[in-house]
């Protein structure tokens, strides 16, 4: 199966002594490090906000810090940063934001639910009536000022502007030389970003193919009156890579593992239906927006999903009660070859429970007899499946019964 790469940019930006405040992350779609320009920026905002948080990992990309993520006049007006969270993520408007009455309800919007406000390459001309100035710097937290375009004397008037109002921080970019770096000093910036410092580099990441059919299934259960777990659950078994995504997000800075994670359901109720839903909003977004490509043959993803289903089914048969732990080791037994790295790369990522774990890397495990039969059937290992029968005190005609129904549950949405 071809590989799916991901790419989101970065640029450190650095306080007044040295240390990494955070990272303004960028859209890119590959290792060329400049903005596509055939791209939709609506588009690449939702593509990066995938990226980040769903397959890369904010956890990866900025670490402890923050992180800068830029939005147009339109991606401001959807509701796309509600699924954000202000403890990780400042909002950085564009340049060619217009500031006007409706920009600022948004931002005061987004102030109440606690986000940190930047803007972007700032000067006078966004704004087309200077009566609302007041109430845009009461309302930012963060102005960037572009000192490779902007005249010093235009550089004054902001500067000069925005030191009447105490809770606003001064963010040079594009700092080039050590010149530039002193004077921004000199004039009350405390906050630095740009080439003398350092470039930006772009970090790499592997999508995982996904049924775009069950997301669109997973909207209409969330929107029932009484969204149903068990269904909800039900469909996110169904995809790898949703499976993936949601132990990712649950797996970086956003939130706290109390414990290792032994089920979807588990991983759901973590994160929330109301999260869940959003960020299954995104993603519907993102593929809309795609086109072709994506809607390949998967032949990993479908035979994870059988793997998983036939050792659930044949641990029920055995009255296993982690049965739910089965499934996830099924589920994720190819990850590796999906994702096209090791596993002790891509575990520690994904607060997968011990038993789990130990079975994926290798080791005897409980689990591991039932993962070496569906291995065994794939390559028709006659010997070794009916060793593991005999181990496991199955019947070949109940494990074939078991393996149709693994199929048909498998291929129930192709």
Known sequence: MEKITVYVGR????????????????????????????????????????????????DRLVGQTKSFINFSQLSLKKDIVEQLDPRFVIIELLEDVKINEGVIKTISKLRKRGFKIALDDFSFRQVNDHTVLPQLFQKVNIIKVDFLN???????NIETLAKQYRHITLLAEKIE?????????????????????SQPEVIKGTEIPANYLLHLQLIKEFNELEPSVEK???????????????????????????????????????????????????????DLGV?????????LVECSLVRAKLIELMAKHKWKANADEYFL???????????????EDIIPQLSLSETIT????????????YLDVAVALESFDIKCIN????????????????????????????
Request: with cysteine; net charge neutral.
């Open 387 to 414: 060793h593991h029968l005999n181990l496991l005190n199955i019947d070949e005609t109940t494990l074939m019964k078991l393996v149709r129904d693994a199929h048909q549950w498998a291929t129930m949405f192709d």
């Open 329 to 343: 080791t099924g589920l994720f037994s190819l990850i590796d070859s999906i994702m096209q790295s090791s596993l």
């Open 150 to 156: 902007t005249k010093p004397f235009d550089r004054r």
């Open 11 to 58: 640029q450190p930006i650095f306080d007044c002594t040295g240390n990494i405040f955070g990272y303004e992350l960028l859209y890119r779609n590959s290792m060329i490090n400049t903005f596509p320009q055939e791209v939709n920026p609506e588009q690449a905002t939702i593509e990066l906000l995938v990226n980040t948080f769903l397959t890369i990992g904010i």
């Open 291 to 299: 086109g072709e490509g994506r809607g390949r043959k998967k032949a």
């Open 177 to 197: 030389t050590k010149l530039d770096y002193d004077e921004a000093k000199r004039h009350g910036y405390l906050l630095f970003q740009g080439f003398y410092f």
């Open 232 to 286: 909800i659950t039900e469909l996110f078994m169904r995809d790898v890579s949703l499976s993936y995504k949601l132990l990712r997000y649950i797996n970086s800075l956003t939130f706290d593992i109390p414990h290792q994670i032994k089920s979807i359901n588990q991983a759901i109720m973590m994160m929330g239906l109301t999260e869940s839903k959003r960020w299954l909003r995104i993603l519907l977004l993102r």
């Open 358 to 369: 130990e079975t994926l890397l290798g080791n005897e495990t409980e689990i591991k007899p």
